[in-house]
C-alpha cells in the first residue's frame, strides 16, 4: 500500500475546503498530483474532479465563472512560467471582479543531483527556473506563497483558502514543487474549517449621516456596479430604493443589481455622456461600484454630498482613483441598506409619503418613456439584417427566469443590457474586467455550478477568438457541458474604432474610414465550433431567421447539445476565407 503522500493531503485539504473542481493543465511538476488523483479516482472518491483545459484561460474563466454563481472558490492548476503567464487576461478579470480563485503554480523543481525524489529529471526543468515566477501574477492576486516544507503545507492552504474568501475577495497564487508534494503527508492536522474576514454595516454616526442627507435631499440618486455579487442584497437595495424613493442606476453592471423592469430603475450608464440624473441630482450615494462617473465625459454639481458604501472602498489596486467622496464607509452593502432602512423605520426619519408618491410617480413616467424607445428599437430591427437589440429582445421572451446569461458583447453590451432586461438576482453575468474572452470559460464553470439551468453567452467576434473557442468548445463536449454560445460578427474591433473617434472625430482615420480593426475576410465561426464537437450550428445573416434558429438552438442546449449561433449583426459585411 502506498503511504499517504503531501500531495494526497493536499487534495483532501482542497475537498473540505470546498473544492468541487480543478480545472487543469499539467506540466511537468504535476506527476504527484496525477498520481494522488489516480489513487482518489480507484477508491472511487470523487471530489475534487479535474477538468482538463487545454487553455490556462478557459481553466481560470472557468473557475471564475463557478465562483461568481456559488461563492465558492474552485482550483486552477498550471504549469510554472509558461503555464502561469499563459493565464493572460483572465488574472485581471479574476482580480477586477474580487472572484476568490485557488491558482496552483508548478515550479521548476530544486533538486538537481538526484537528493531528493521528485527532482529535475527534463531538460524544460532548467529553462524553467526563472527569478521570480510570483512576479507574474503578483499584482493580480490579493495573496501569493511559495510553499517550502510538506510540514507547513496544511497551514498554507488553510492560509490561501482564508484570504481568497475574505471581503473584498479574490484570487491567490501558490506555487508547489515536485519534492513537496512527493514528501511523506504532515502529521499536522488537515484543513477542516476557515474563517474568511467578513464586514458587517455602517457605524452608527455614519447610518444618521446617510439618513440625515436622504431627508434633505430632492434628487437622491444611487450608483451601483457589483452590489448583486450577493442576490440577497439585490432584494435589500429594491426596498430601500423604495423605502426613500430613490432612483438607481447601474454603471457597467456585471451582475443583477436591481430588477430593470422596476420603475425606479433609470437604466445602465456607460459612462460616454452626461447622465441627466446624474448632473441634477443633490445627493449620490455609491455603493459597490468602482468609477460612478468618468470626470472627462460627466460629473455632478458642486457641492453635492457623495457617500460611497463599498466592500473594496479604499480600491488600493487602483493605484489612480478618485471621487471626491463626502465618506467613504467600508461596509457589506446588504447589510448597510437593511441597516438603514430599519433605523429609518424605527425611528421614523424615512421621507414623508407624500415626497415618495412623487418621486416615484416621476420615476415610473421616465421609466415608461425609455420603455417606449426601446421597444421602437427593436421594431426597427425586425427589418434586414439582425441587430444585438433584437438577439437581447428574443432571449428576453425565450429564456426562463431562472436561466443564465454571461454577457461579453463589449461595444454592443449597452444594448444587451436594456433590451434584455434581467430582474432576478444571479441570472446575468460580467467578467469585472476588461480582459477579452472570459465568457467562454465562465460559461463552462457557470453549467459546472448549476448543470440544470439554461446558460447562453453572448460575445463578440473579437472576444471570441481571445476565448480560445476550440478548447472552450472541447472541453463542453469532453464534459457534456451544453451552453449556447451566440457571436455577435461585426466584421472586427469596433472598440478601438469608438476610442479614436472619441478624441479624434475629424481626424485622418475617420476620414479615410482607416482603423486597423476589420477581420475580414472573416473566420468561419460556425465551422470552428464544428471542428471543435458542437453539432449545432447556424449562420443568422437576416433579423426574420433569428428567433426561429434562436428557439432550435435552446432546444439543443436543453437536451444536452452544446449549440453555437454566429449572428451577422447590422453594419457588418462579412467575406469567408
Not at 487576461?89 to 538526484?114: E, K, Q
Not at 497551514?155 to 508534494?181: D, H, I, N, W
Not at 456596479?225 to 432612483?247: C, I, M
Amino acid at each position: 500500500m502506498v503511504s499517504q503522500t503531501c500531495a494526497d493531503r493536499f487534495l483532501d485539504d482542497l475537498e473540505r475546503g470546498g473544492v468541487r473542481y480543478l480545472f487543469v493543465n499539467w506540466g511537468s511538476e504535476h506527476p504527484p498530483l496525477i498520481e494522488a488523483l489516480a489513487r482518489r479516482a480507484s477508491a472511487r472518491r470523487r471530489w475534487p474532479q479535474p477538468i482538463v483545459c487545454p487553455h490556462e484561460t478557459v481553466a481560470l474563466s472557468a473557475a471564475q465563472g463557478y465562483a461568481q454563481l456559488t461563492g465558492q472558490p474552485q482550483g486552477v492548476i498550471v504549469h510554472a512560467d509558461v503555464g502561469t503567464q499563459n493565464l493572460g487576461g483572465a488574472l485581471h478579470n479574476c482580480c477586477r471582479s474580487r472572484t476568490p480563485a485557488l491558482i496552483f503554480g508548478g515550479v521548476s523543481p530544486h533538486a538537481v543531483l538526484g537528493e531528493e525524489f521528485g527532482g529535475r529529471n527534463e531538460y524544460q526543468m532548467v529553462l524553467q527556473d526563472v527569478p521570480d515566477q510570483h512576479a507574474i501574477v503578483r499584482q493580480y492576486m490579493k495573496w501569493t506563497y511559495h510553499a517550502r516544507s510538506a510540514a507547513h503545507l496544511p497551514m498554507v492552504t488553510r492560509r490561501a483558502f482564508e484570504v481568497a474568501a475574505s471581503e473584498p475577495t479574490g484570487p491567490v497564487y501558490l506555487s508547489l514543487s515536485r519534492e513537496v508534494l512527493e514528501a511523506p503527508a504532515s502529521p499536522v492536522d488537515a484543513v477542516t474549517s476557515f474563517a474568511p474576514a467578513v464586514l458587517g454595516g455602517l457605524r452608527p454616526e455614519n447610518a444618521e449621516a446617510i439618513l440625515a442627507a436622504l431627508r434633505a435631499a430632492q434628487k437622491p440618486l444611487l450608483i451601483t456596479t457589483y452590489l448583486g455579487r450577493k442576490p440577497s442584497a439585490v432584494q435589500a437595495l429594491v426596498e430601500f430604493s423604495e423605502t426613500f424613493a430613490v432612483p438607481v442606476l447601474e454603471s457597467f453592471p456585471h451582475f443583477v443589481n436591481f430588477p430593470a423592469t422596476h420603475p425606479h430603475h433609470l437604466g445602465f450608464h456607460l459612462h460616454t455622456r452626461q447622465q441627466p440624473q446624474l448632473a441634477q441630482a443633490d445627493l449620490v450615494l455609491v455603493v459597490d461600484c468602482d468609477f460612478p462617473w468618468l470626470p472627462a465625459n460627466e460629473n455632478i454639481r458642486p457641492g453635492t454630498p457623495v457617500f460611497h458604501i463599498d466592500v473594496d472602498v479604499g480600491k488600493e489596486r487602483i493605484p489612480l482613483w478618485h471621487v471626491p467622496r463626502t465618506r467613504a464607509l467600508a461596509a457589506d452593502s446588504g447589510t448597510a441598506l437593511r441597516q438603514l432602512i430599519a433605523l429609518a423605520k424605527d425611528f421614523g426619519q424615512t421621507i414623508t409619503d407624500a415626497v415618495r408618491q412623487a418621486r416615484s410617480q416621476t420615476l415610473a413616467a421616465e421609466h415608461e418613456r425609455r420603455m417606449r424607445e426601446l421597444q421602437a428599437e427593436e421594431d426597427a430591427g425586425r427589418r434586414g439584417k439582425p441587430t444585438a437589440a433584437l438577439l437581447a429582445a428574443a432571449l428576453r421572451e425565450q429564456l426562463g427566469d431562472d436561466d443564465l446569461v454571461l454577457n461579453e458583447a463589449i461595444t454592443n453590451a449597452g444594448a444587451v443590457l436594456a433590451h434584455l432586461r434581467r430582474k432576478h438576482p444571479g441570472t446575468l453575468f460580467g467578467s469585472g474586467g476588461s480582459s477579452l474572452g472570459w465568457s467562454g470559460g465562465a460559461a463552462l464553470g457557470l453549467k459546472l455550478a448549476a448543470p440544470q439551468r439554461t446558460i447562453v453567452s453572448i460575445i463578440g467576434d473579437g472576444s471570441y477568438i481571445f476565448s480560445a473557442p476550440s478548447a472552450v468548445h472541447w472541453v463542453a463536449t469532453r464534459y457534456g457541458l451544453a451552453t449556447l454560445t451566440v457571436v455577435l460578427n461585426n466584421g472586427g474591433w469596433r472598440a478601438p474604432e469608438k476610442s479614436t473617434l472619441a478624441i479624434h472625430a475629424d481626424g485622418d482615420a475617420r476620414r479615410g474610414g482607416t482603423y486597423f480593426n476589420e477581420f475580414k475576410p472573416s473566420v468561419d465561426y460556425v465551422a470552428l465550433g464544428k471542428a471543435a464537437g458542437v453539432k449545432f450550428a447556424r449562420v443568422i445573416s437576416q433579423a426574420s431567421e433569428l428567433e426561429p434558429a434562436l428557439a432550435e438552438a435552446l432546444t439543443a442546449v436543453k437536451a444536452g447539445q452544446p449549440a453555437l449561433l454566429e449572428i451577422q449583426i447590422e453594419g457588418s459585411t462579412v467575406q469567408r476565407i
